[in-house]
């Protein structure tokens, strides 16, 4: 007699809603971190606010150390903006696709860039692009700068 019982696991997810669960942990994990990084970051410029006591000089490093602190604080919220950004286009179904090429973002890219919109090859065009547009405009404006 042959046995008909076969031993075969089903797989409730299909490759592409397991990529999309990947994804969707990867990005929530960031924005955690930077929603974290922020938190503290503002918490500590605020109870940073003494400046009495301070020479000139001590003065000017305190304000370069401020304007630092600002910077980063306004990267690290358009970082989670764009995170947040991520999210919608997950949920609509366009996160982790090319917006130029159509293909798949590679897994490594989007673990670095979370946000990243391009796959390297179109990225990299993308700036080349940017690049000659920002050298031909500076060139085709300068002239205007000048004119009596």
């Given at each position: ?60 490093e ?17 970082i ?42 179109c ?10 547009d ?15």
């Open positions: 007699m042959r046995s008909s019982t076969t031993t075969a696991v089903a797989n409730p997810l299909n490759g592409s809603q397991l990529r999309h669960q990947t994804l969707q942990a990867m990005l929530q994990d960031r924005q955690r971190e930077m929603h974290a990084l922020l938190q503290h970051r503002l918490l500590q410029a605020s109870a940073d606010g003494s400046d009495e006591g301070l020479d000139e000089s001590e003065h000017a305190a304000d370069i150390q401020e304007h630092i602190a600002v910077a980063l604080i306004q990267l690290r919220g358009d989670l903006q764009r995170i947040r950004e991520a999210l919608v286009r997950l949920e609509a179904g366009e996160y982790g696709d090319c917006a130029d090429c159509g293909c798949e973002i590679s897994e490594k890219r989007l673990q670095a860039l979370p946000f990243a919109l391009r796959c390297t090859g990225e990299s065009a993308h700036e080349e692009g940017t690049a000659i920002r050298k031909f405009g500076l060139r085709l404006s300068a002239p205007l700068l000048f004119a009596p």
